[in-house]
């Protein structure tokens, strides 16, 4: 477009300028050897003209016969390097799709077209075909020959690292991420080898370098990158809490600035703050977590804080933390327990009752079995609500990849995953499984004979039902719980010489057993199947 409009712009000024020399005639006389020549200034201008556009059109069709070799050779040259293309294209989409003879063609169709020198991308398709026809030797070598390209290092760096993630090596893995990492941060699968491996190092400081390079990467979002800092602080302070207590307590006192939330951070923080008898800050961050969301180690570490407390000081405590956060069942869990270190049975009974309402779980119902044990001894009370504890969903508790710890860590014990433990109840057991809500309707429960008595009337049932006198008296083998109806046509058939049958006596009760509970027998229906 530009070109056009400044050839219009040309055109436009030649034009203007013989219209001007048109309205102003003249002559122009020149001498040349002794002749002079005299023409039109009109004249002498388009030969002006005619003869500069005369030199341009020598000089164009000059150049064009000098260069003409080059344009031919640039020429085929340029159509070997779309033929290349079009193969390299080609071979790469049969890589992807798993055609390993197609890519090995292709690459070698490829090679010879384009110099490999000028097109990494070879390589690359070399090195996929090798891994498709299972030379996975040729296809390491082809990834080694990369590292000594600076384009083609970081292709390298992960092709070898799928190579040792593939043999099982997880140190030469690590070490080419780490390398990779170096170079570009901002790749994630380098960056989150790195870590695991700084993690499982114990190399807290080298871990927060990496998320800091990842955040000015803005490969994870500022949120994200708050809560590894976080994660890696705490286990940091977790590290120097014994052996440098001030870099612990700075440590950790940052991973509670930048998640409050975070049960570990605030307990840790707390923890070191009050070995160095700093109660009230320490108090002050595990009250703020608490509100958060209650934690039984913030409720443990807030009552006891001062060594020095009696129990009624602990109680007082944790009823301080009940205001907080009302109407929780770890909150009455944490003064049903400081109650009952207190003796105070009552205070202790109606809260884990509270805590059971709130939230039906093992924990409580161990509790009140406690409670119960401590204050009346009734073992037959103490062994129901232990058969509850057994059929109640479980506790939460730190859980990852199948691994269930009573206590927070920073990586998983099985993948090495940074932040990967949660704060879940576990799966339910098998029993709790089978004690569902759900009917069961397959399932009956087998039927006991009850012994004749004179007074019981004759059960009226379909005459198809009715067993002949051949088969009266004899033993049914083929079903020993099926209960034959007793009927009229029964009791004709039984000899006149037999012994009378006795009713069982009654089991007798142990003297502490309390029985069945009526709230469980209120909520029990004959067509359940319970597992206790």
């Known amino acids: 477009m530009i070109r056009i409009l400044i050839f219009v712009v040309v055109v436009f000024a030649l034009a203007a300028g013989f219209a001007w020399l048109a309205d102003r005639p003249g002559d122009m006389l020149i001498t040349f050897n002794g002749y002079q020549y005299q023409v039109s200034l009109m004249v002498a201008a388009v030969a002006v003209v005619a003869v500069v556009a005369a030199v341009m059109i020598i000089w164009w069709l000059v150049k064009s016969l000098w260069n003409s070799p080059y344009t031919i050779s640039r020429y085929f040259r340029v159509r070997r390097r779309d033929r290349g293309y079009q193969a390299l294209s080609t071979g790469m989409i049969a890589a992807g799709a798993g055609d390993g003879a197609l890519a090995r063609k292709k690459t070698k169709e490829a090679a010879k077209l384009i110099r490999s020198d000028q097109e990494p991308l070879i390589h690359l398709l070399e090195a996929q075909a090798s891994l498709l026809e299972g030379d996975h030797e040729g296809a390491r070598e082809k990834f080694e020959s990369m590292l000594d390209d600076p384009e083609m290092r970081l292709l390298g760096l992960r092709g070898l690292y799928l190579e040792a993630e593939r043999l ?3 140190n030469a893995a690590r070490h080419y991420a780490g390398r990779a990492a170096v170079m570009a941060p901002q790749l994630a699968w380098a960056a989150e080898s790195t870590l695991e491996h700084l993690t499982e190092r114990g190399d807290w400081d080298g871990a927060l370098k990496l998320v800091e390079a990842q955040k000015s990467t803005r490969q994870i979002e500022r949120d994200a990158a708050n809560r590894r800092r976080a994660v890696l602080l705490t286990a940091k302070a977790h590290a120097l809490i014994d052996s440098d207590p001030n870099a612990a307590k700075a440590a950790a006192v940052e991973a509670n600035r930048l998640r409050p939330d975070f049960a570990p ?3 840790i923080a707390a923890k ?4 160095q008898n700093d109660v009230r800050k320490g108090s002050k961050i595990l009250e703020t977590a608490w509100k958060a969301e209650p934690h039984p180690e913030i409720a443990e570490l807030y009552t006891h804080a001062r060594p020095g407390d009696a129990v009624l000081d602990r109680l007082n405590r944790a009823k301080k933390l009940q205001e907080l956060k009302k109407n929780h069942a770890e909150s009455s869990l944490t003064v049903a327990r400081a109650a009952f270190d207190a003796q105070d049975y009552k205070t202790a009974r109606r809260e884990a009752e509270a805590a059971i309402r709130m939230d039906r779980r093992e924990g409580a119902y161990l509790l ?3 409670i119960e044990e401590a204050e009346t001894g009734d073992q037959g009370k103490v062994r129901q609500l232990l058969s509850k504890a057994v059929r109640a969903p479980r506790d939460p508790a730190w859980v990852t990849d199948g691994v269930i710890s009573e206590h927070w ?6 993948t090495g995953k940074l932040d990967a433990f949660e704060w879940r109840a576990p799966m339910e057991r098998l029993g709790q499984l089978i004690d569902s809500h759900e009917d069961v309707r397959d399932v009956s429960a087998p039927a006991i ?7 019981s009337a004759p059960e009226v049932v379909d005459h198809a039902t009715v067993p002949s006198a051949e088969t009266v008296g004899q033993p049914q083998s083929a079903d020993r719980d099926h209960v034959t109806p007793v009927t009229a046509a029964a009791f004709a058939a039984v000899p006149s010489d037999a012994e009378a049958v006795e009713p069982a006596e009654e089991l007798a009760r142990l003297p502490d057993d309390p029985g069945v509970d009526p709230d469980d027998e209120a909520e029990k229906s004959p ?3 319970r597992l206790f």
């Open 168 to 170: 099982g090596d997880r």
């Open 265 to 267: 951070a605030a307990v």
């Open 272 to 275: 070191a703050l009050f070995r």
């Open 368 to 370: 009140l079995a406690d």
């Open 409 to 414: 860590a920073p990586v998983s014990p099985v």
């Open 449 to 455: 004979a009850a012994p004749l008595a004179a007074e």
């Open 527 to 529: 067509r359940r199947f």
